[in-house]
């Protein structure tokens, strides 16, 4: 089965930069679409950004606009998010997850789910 993997997130001050990875492995599926959603203490799964395919379409959250950047590699089934500016706000599990069709910002259509990784901004 194809399973999902998490990576690169960790401790840092407000202002700095995290690149965070998902690598898809099990499987040659390859996802139409992929996305990034978080979930903060005491909040429901937010959505994040997501990205087609080819790259050519992207998709953000207000909140993250202008300091995200989603992209992916299609040789290598993985997928990035590159955050800078981290404010405390962005405190969260962050989880990747795949589609084979969708593109857009509800989770309940996209089927595959990573475990998530701890990104954690102090003020």
């Known amino acids: 089965q194809l399973q999902l993997a998490e990576s690169g997130g960790g401790l840092v001050q407000a202002g700095d930069s995290l690149r965070l990875s998902c690598a898809a492995s099990g499987s040659t599926v390859s996802f139409r679409t992929m996305g990034w959603f978080r979930r903060a203490p005491g909040k429901e799964r937010e959505f994040v950004a997501c990205i087609t395919y080819s790259g050519g379409a992207t998709l953000y959250a207000d909140s993250v606009k202008g300091r995200f950047t989603i992209s992916r590699d299609n040789a290598e089934n993985t997928v990035y998010l590159q955050m800078n500016s981290l404010r405390p706000e962005d405190t969260a599990v962050y989880y990747c997850?795949?589609?084979?069709?969708?593109?857009?910002?509800?989770?309940?259509?996209?089927?595959?789910w990573g475990q998530g990784t701890q990104v954690t901004v102090s003020s």
């Open positions: 997850a795949g589609s084979s069709a969708v593109f857009g910002n509800r989770p309940d259509r996209y089927g595959y």
